[in-house]
């Protein structure tokens, strides 16, 4: 990730392995072995098909992480970037990121034998490749460096190179954004299974047809049963390899900053379980509730606004630096930013620090404790071993706020700081890590935190009659609400004084965001969008409604007409299922609607609750529900139905 040359037009001088895109699409496009030699110290000994342009000095040592020799074995990961192409199209920067680099996964082995200088062989492989689910690649890896110690020849390189590429992905779904988004916010095992396995369904789709569509294939016990195995999170294909079949599950729901698969639960229950500690630094993008602020919040902000962050682990394995800058990329990126994984380090040492403290916002894996007594060198310290968060006391001040002033709000508003987003969301994070919930769910309660905080600037930039590239026809939401059926956008607020007292207490981050790439990425990706397919109400905001406010039954009443009236096609009931995860309790904002004091408000929740379960994906929603709602929706389906058939 370092440059192969000085650029002596850049402000940031460094250096980065520059890669070249071969425009053939392969799953892989480079296969790397390095050693370690006792005289020569780390060096590249094969590269398949072709060479890396740089330094590979720089890439031995990438591969070959400090105290290798100590493990029999340790994972690592680095990025290589693409050499840009030239282009006149403005922006063309922001669009380029999402392609403009390569995954490179490493295995670093170590075998000890007599017959080695100093007792112990050091070898390692690499591969990189175009897609950021590099965690497929890790059986395959371990049976080739076997080989490889067994048979040090290229050709082991050549053998895996093409395993690696012929494996056959030409049948695996895609999914359009809203359809992705529900696939990653709910752990439902069969979510858009029609989509997976078409030609053995496609007998029984024929013999099925003219069935009620809620009453889907898979109501077929047969197919049921042979289905249900499957997990349509994953596209499962095969690679094989010196005559083995190696299974391959290929996430369908990966974004580009969701790098593998590492588990954050560690990170998360080390920082969580640290002894409380108050900051001595305190900066305003970073110590928003000041120096109590939750050392999880501090180390979001610092995410957020580009800091530069080091994670330390002492005298641990470098997968263990790797997983946590992974880990917080990903969670961070939660598939709705991006650009973090861009400036990612996963693993580093002392040898390259020259370079990285000049990189604006990195976020770099580190086991050497050294880097603790430098904090000039970054802004943030997390150590992984004690969970500790520190903020450098060289950290530089942002400047003064762009519009002025905060806005006026009282002294009972800004007393209540408990119910402010961030307190929320440690209160709920802290059990649902410490009592071992689904990583899905923390997952999802990260995305709804993130998507919070992007609603909270559209919201900030309204308030203060800013020039907006949240806000707009290309926006979160348009300027006046041009069209809309039912009023209301964006975030949801009890009242107008916990409004004020959250967007001054968010200020300094969102200014902070506001100046960094992800910003510029978000923004980029809002205008580049397709037409949503409910373009005339906010329908997040309502669904938020519903579940946040004590509503009169006429304000009820009317966003259950507005939702029966507008979402209609399949399209739409998508959008609809994408502001209904599981982890926020699914269809029970709608289900709600079945108990309406109205009864005509009772039959509107009714078709709604229909179109879900007649959709591909909202059936299982449906399925989700408990007896007591489906049983209301049953009766009240019935007397449409008697209604229908009189008129």
Same mark, same amino acid.
């Given at each position: 990730m370092?440059?192969?040359?000085?650029?002596?037009?850049?402000?940031?001088?460094y250096?980065?392995?520059? @890669?070249?895109?071969?425009?053939?699409?392969?799953?892989?496009?480079?296969?790397? +072995?390095a050693?370690?030699?006792?005289?020569k110290? #780390?060096?590249?000994?094969?590269?398949? #098909?072709?060479?890396i342009?740089?330094?590979?000095?720089?890439?031995?040592?990438?591969?070959?992480?400090?105290?290798?020799?100590?493990?029999?074995?340790?994972?690592?990961?680095?990025?290589?970037?693409?050499?840009?192409?030239?282009?006149?199209?403005r922006?063309?920067?922001?669009?380029r990121?999402?392609?403009?680099?390569?995954? +490179?996964?490493?295995?670093?082995?170590?075998?000890i034998?007599s017959?080695?200088?100093?007792?112990a062989?050091?070898?390692?492989? +690499?591969?990189?490749?175009?897609?950021?689910?590099?965690?497929?690649?890790?059986?395959i890896?371990?049976?080739a460096?076997?080989?490889?110690?067994?048979?040090?020849?290229?050709?082991v390189?050549?053998?895996?190179?093409?395993?690696?590429?012929?494996?056959?992905?030409?049948?695996?779904?895609?999914?359009?954004?809203?359809?992705?988004?529900?696939?990653? *916010?709910?752990?439902?095992?069969?979510?858009?299974?029609?989509?997976?396995?078409?030609?053995?369904?496609?007998?029984?789709?024929?013999?099925?047809?003219?069935?009620?569509?809620?009453?889907?294939?898979?109501?077929?016990?047969g197919?049921?049963?042979?289905?249900?195995?499957?997990?349509?999170?994953f596209?499962?294909?095969?690679?094989?390899?010196?005559?083995?079949?190696?299974?391959?599950?290929?996430?369908?729901?990966?974004?580009?900053?969701?790098?593998?698969?590492?588990?954050?639960?560690?990170?998360?229950?080390?920082?969580?379980?640290?002894?409380?500690?108050?900051?001595?630094?305190?900066?305003?993008?970073?110590?928003?509730?000041?120096?109590?602020?939750?050392?999880?919040?501090?180390?979001?902000?610092?995410?957020?606004?580009?800091?530069?962050?080091?994670?330390?682990?002492?005298?641990?394995?470098?997968?263990?630096?790797v997983?946590?800058?992974?880990?917080?990329?990903?969670?961070?990126?939660?598939?709705?930013?991006?650009?973090?994984?861009?400036?990612?380090?996963?693993?580093?040492?002392?040898?390259?620090?020259?370079q990285?403290?000049?990189?604006?916002?990195?976020?770099?894996?580190?086991?050497?404790?050294?880097?603790?007594?430098?904090?000039?060198?970054?802004?943030?310290?997390?150590?992984?071993?004690?969970g500790?968060?520190?903020?450098?006391?060289?950290?530089?001040?942002?400047?003064?706020?762009?519009?002025g002033?905060?806005?006026?709000?009282?002294?009972?508003?800004?007393?209540?700081?408990?119910?402010? #987003?961030?307190?929320?969301?440690?209160?709920?994070?802290?059990?649902?890590?410490l009592?071992?919930?689904?990583e899905?769910?923390?997952?999802?309660?990260?995305?709804?935190?993130? *998507?919070?905080?992007?609603?909270l600037?559209?919201?900030?930039?309204?308030?203060?009659?800013?020039?907006s590239?949240?806000?707009? *026809?290309?926006?979160?939401w348009?300027v006046?609400?041009?069209?809309?059926?039912?009023?209301?956008?964006?975030?949801?607020?009890?009242?107008?004084?916990?409004?004020?007292r959250?967007?001054?207490?968010?200020?300094?981050?969102?200014?902070?965001?506001?100046?960094?790439?992800?910003?510029?990425?978000?923004?980029?990706?809002?205008?580049?969008?397709?037409?949503?397919?409910?373009a005339?109400?906010?329908?997040?905001?309502?669904?938020?409604?519903?579940?946040?406010?004590?509503?009169?039954?006429?304000?009820?009443?009317?966003?259950?007409?507005?939702?029966?009236?507008?979402? @209609?096609? #399949?399209?739409?009931?998508?959008?609809l299922?994408?502001?209904?995860?599981?982890?926020?309790?699914?269809?029970?904002?709608?289900?709600a609607?079945?108990?309406?004091?109205?009864?005509?408000?009772?039959?509107?929740? +009714?078709?709604?609750?229909?179109?879900?379960?007649?959709?591909?994906?909202?059936?299982?929603?449906y399925?989700?529900?408990?007896?007591?709602?489906?049983?209301?929706?049953?009766?009240?389906?019935?007397?449409?139905?008697?209604?229908?058939?009189?008129?």
């Open positions: 370092f440059k192969t040359n000085l650029a002596s037009n850049m402000k940031h001088q250096w980065y392995l520059s @890669v070249t895109a071969n425009g053939a699409g392969e799953h892989v496009e480079y296969v790397l +072995a050693e370690f030699d006792v005289d110290g #780390p060096t590249v000994k094969y590269q398949y #098909p072709r060479r342009e740089g330094d590979e000095e720089l890439l031995a040592e990438l591969m070959l992480p400090d105290q290798a020799h100590a493990r029999e074995e340790d994972w690592t990961v680095f990025f290589l970037h693409k050499r840009p192409k030239s282009s006149n199209v922006g063309h920067s922001a669009s990121e999402h392609n403009s680099m390569l995954y +490179a996964l490493n295995l670093a082995n170590t075998k034998t017959d080695a200088k100093r007792g062989i050091v070898r390692a492989i +690499a591969i990189c490749t175009r897609h950021s689910f590099i965690q497929i690649y890790k059986p890896l371990l049976l460096m076997t080989e490889y110690f067994e048979n040090l020849n290229i050709d390189l050549k053998t895996l190179y093409q395993s690696l590429n012929a494996m056959d992905i030409s049948s695996m779904p895609s999914f359009e954004p809203y359809e992705k988004q529900i696939l990653s *916010s709910n752990s439902m095992r069969n979510l858009f299974v029609e989509r997976f396995h078409v030609q053995q369904l496609q007998p029984l789709i024929e013999r099925t047809k003219g069935v009620h569509p809620h009453n889907s294939i898979l109501s077929h016990d197919v049921k049963a042979s289905l249900n195995k499957y997990d349509t999170h596209y499962e294909s095969k690679i094989k390899f010196n005559n083995l079949d190696i299974p391959m599950r290929i996430p369908v729901d990966s974004f580009p900053d969701c790098v593998g698969d590492p588990s954050p639960m560690l990170l998360l229950t080390t920082i969580l379980n640290a002894p409380p500690k108050s900051f001595s630094v305190i900066h305003p993008h970073l110590t928003t509730s000041g120096s109590k602020t939750h050392p999880l919040i501090v180390l979001i902000n610092a995410l957020l606004t580009e800091k530069r962050i080091v994670f330390m682990g002492p005298g641990r394995a470098a997968k263990d630096v997983d946590a800058v992974l880990s917080a990329c990903s969670l961070i990126s939660s598939g709705i930013l991006r650009g973090f994984s861009h400036r990612a380090y996963p693993y580093t040492d002392l040898s390259k620090i020259d990285l403290i000049h990189v604006p916002g990195y976020i770099a894996g580190v086991t050497n404790p050294a880097f603790e007594n430098h904090p000039s060198w970054w802004d943030i310290l997390c150590n992984i071993e004690t500790e968060v520190r903020i450098s006391k060289f950290i530089k001040q942002p400047e003064r706020l762009s519009h002033v905060p806005l006026s709000v009282s002294r009972s508003a800004v007393a209540g700081l408990g119910n402010l #987003p961030d307190a929320s969301f440690i209160e709920d994070i802290k059990p649902m890590v009592n071992r919930y689904g899905d769910a923390i997952r999802g309660r990260f995305r709804k935190f993130i *998507s919070q905080f992007i609603q600037c559209a919201a900030y930039d309204e308030a203060h009659g800013l020039d590239a949240l806000i707009g *026809s290309r926006g979160l348009p006046m609400e041009q069209g809309y059926v039912i009023s209301g956008h964006g975030y949801v607020w009890t009242d107008q004084q916990q409004k004020t959250d967007l001054n207490h968010y200020m300094y981050v969102i200014e902070g965001w506001k100046k960094t790439t992800n910003y510029k990425n978000y923004t980029f990706d809002l205008q580049r969008l397709v037409p949503i397919p409910v005339n109400m906010d329908l997040q905001h309502q669904i938020d409604r519903l579940r946040k406010l004590r509503m009169s039954s006429s304000s009820s009443a009317e966003i259950f007409d507005a939702i029966r009236d507008v979402v @209609v096609k #399949p399209d739409q009931i998508t959008q299922l994408a502001c209904l995860p599981q982890s926020q309790d699914g269809l029970l904002p709608i289900a609607g079945l108990f309406h004091t109205h009864e005509e408000v009772r039959y509107s929740a +009714a078709e709604i609750m229909n179109r879900i379960r007649d959709h591909e994906a909202g059936r299982h929603f399925d989700e529900l408990g007896l007591f709602h489906k049983l209301a929706f049953e009766r009240l389906y019935r007397k449409i139905a008697e209604a229908d058939s009189w008129s």
